[in-house]
């Protein structure tokens, strides 16, 4: 019997398949007492007849409901450099066209996109801190607008 490589789309149904089940993960941690966990399937890559997928993991914060991540973190440090408040984390707001994002952290060594939100499709988007200013200002998100 010969062995088929493996394509795209093949790697694309199995992360599609393990990250719908990531819930009975997060259920098993919670039952071990480990509670507050968010689990999210990352990146895959494969080659022949293997793959790797990354999965990512934070605990949820219970003020907020923004899982910890790298990100998150980041914006506790960096945020004045966006001109936006500490607090923006897990605030949601609008585009021209409608589409709702939900703002989730930072990586401050990216100059021209360094604002991560996650569309409410799922996907995370990058922005230049002035466009989420203006769509958070636009959507009443925030008050007013600050200077970066």
Same mark, same amino acid.
């Given at each position: 019997?010969?062995?088929?490589?493996?394509?795209?789309?093949? *790697?694309?149904?199995?992360? &599609?398949?393990?990250?719908?089940?990531? =819930? @009975?993960?997060?259920?098993?941690?919670? /039952?071990? !007492?480990?509670?507050?966990?968010?689990?999210?399937?990352?990146?895959?890559?494969?080659?022949?007849?293997?793959?790797?997928?990354?999965?990512?993991?934070?605990?949820?914060?219970?003020?907020?409901?923004?899982? *910890?991540?790298?990100?998150? &973190?980041?914006?506790?440090?960096?945020? =004045? @450099?966006?001109?936006?408040?500490?607090? /923006?984390? !897990?605030?949601?707001?609008?585009?021209?066209?409608?589409?709702?994002?939900?703002?989730?952290?930072?990586?401050?060594?990216?100059?021209?996109?360094?604002?991560?939100?996650?569309?409410?499709?799922?996907?995370?988007?990058?922005?230049?801190?002035?466009?989420?200013?203006?769509?958070?200002?636009?959507?009443?998100?925030?008050?007013?607008?600050?200077?970066?």
């Amino acid at each position: 019997m010969q062995f088929k490589t493996m394509g795209r789309d093949e *790697a694309i149904k199995i992360r &599609e398949i393990i990250s719908g089940n990531l =819930h @009975r993960l997060e259920a098993d941690l919670a /039952a071990a !007492g480990l509670d507050g966990f968010k689990l999210e399937a990352g990146m895959i890559t494969y080659g022949g007849d293997t793959f790797n997928l990354k999965i990512k993991g934070g605990r949820t914060n219970p003020d907020t409901g923004v899982v *910890a991540c790298e990100e998150s &973190e980041n914006w506790q440090i960096y945020h =004045h @450099r966006y001109g936006l408040p500490a607090d /923006a984390v !897990g605030k949601t707001f609008q585009n021209s066209s409608g589409q709702t994002f939900t703002l989730i952290g930072c990586r401050p060594r990216s100059h021209k996109y360094p604002i991560l939100c996650r569309r409410e499709d799922g996907r995370l988007v990058k922005f230049q801190a002035s466009a989420v200013r203006r769509m958070m200002v636009a959507s009443g998100t925030l008050t007013e607008e600050v200077s970066a």
